[in-house]
């Protein structure tokens, strides 16, 4: 049995040493590049698992690299309400953000094809606290910087096609999907066509993985309870559970996370031989966006190696999400 209650202090260290610092060295390799355009990397990560908590270390640690940092999460692009509303509309998780289509990624893109071209970076922000809990638009940051991470819990993930779709539902059955999940996830893949580009013009891909995929649930209730009992805003534990099954559900990991980690064999951090690792795709995955690391995480979001294919079973990926 796991131990309850991991030490967010301790979990973000851990997350520093073996994704922060090699991360930022390989930004930094990047930039060094002769005529070279201002790096984008990507983060990948459940919810819960500290990618807010990682950036914020990054961007403080970046200057001894020689590094302007900015970091930005894609929620911050989320498109206005009435927008949201318009196209979540009848989902069958309740929520007006989270799943794939909720996001503005063509001012993503816009936004940092002109940084590129010389501008200030300048990114929307959002602010879940308004609308009654909605959230929207709060305005742009604008800010000076040689270099960008952007995380989120479906960065990198590609659409697979109507017929993928359909044989990755049939090894689904462990996941619970209710019948309207099922119906509404071939409508999810097509919305992941919307974020291509913004996959085609980054660097670069880091993916956290949890050992389990149910605990991620578990560490975005944990951080949840930190947060009110620090005094904080806080979310009703229903509308919680909403907007984390969203996550998992409306992109199952096991047909969209999970092969970006089995197709990994990059340079910076390997884990090992993965034959036999699952995955319900024969093609490569990854395509023109480059997987650079790869680092799993335990039930305390500690680094431990990946190097067992079965840790990658469609069995150990969705135990216990219901």
Not at 249 to 259: A, M
Request: glycine fraction near 10%.
């Amino acid at each position: 049995m796991e131990p309850k209650g991991p030490s967010p202090i301790a979990a973000a260290d851990g997350l520093l040493q073996h994704v922060g610092l090699p991360l930022l060295s390989h930004l930094a390799e990047l930039r060094s590049r002769p005529n070279r355009r201002r790096p984008v990397l990507l983060l990948n990560g459940p919810v819960g698992v500290g990618k807010s908590t990682l950036v914020r270390q990054l961007a403080s640690l970046a200057p001894a690299h020689g590094l302007r940092l900015a970091v930005a999460s894609i929620d911050d692009a989320y498109l206005p309400l009435p927008e949201r509303l318009n196209r979540l509309a009848g989902n069958p998780f309740g929520v007006t953000r989270v799943p794939p289509g909720s996001h503005d990624v063509d001012l993503l893109v816009e936004r940092i094809e002109a940084w590129r071209g010389g501008a200030c970076l300048r990114l929307p922000r959002f602010d879940k606290t308004l609308a009654a809990g909605q959230g929207d638009r709060c305005g742009a940051s604008e800010e000076t910087a040689d270099a960008l991470v952007l995380e989120g819990w479906l960065m990198g993930c590609r659409p697979l096609g109507e017929d993928a779709v359909a044989a990755g539902l049939a090894q689904l059955q462990d996941w619970n999907l209710s019948e309207a999940e099922r119906n509404w996830l071939p409508r999810w893949d097509r919305e992941l066509e919307s974020y291509e580009p913004l996959w085609r013009i980054a660097d670069g891909l880091w993916v956290l993985r949890p050992r389990r995929w149910c605990l991620a649930r578990r560490w975005r209730f944990q951080a949840e309870a930190r947060q009110r009992r620090a005094g904080g805003s806080w979310l009703a534990p229903e509308e919680l559970e909403r907007l984390v099954r969203s996550s998992l559900h409306s992109l199952p990991p096991p047909l969209y996370q999970d092969p970006l980690v089995a197709k990994f064999d990059g340079p910076i951090e390997a884990h090992g031989d993965r034959e036999g690792s699952f995955s319900p795709l024969a093609n490569d995955l990854s395509g023109e966006l480059p997987i650079v690391g790869v680092t799993q995480l335990d039930g305390r979001r500690r680094w431990e190696p990946l190097n067992h294919s079965a840790q990658l079973s469609p069995s150990s990926s969705s135990s216990a999400i219901g």
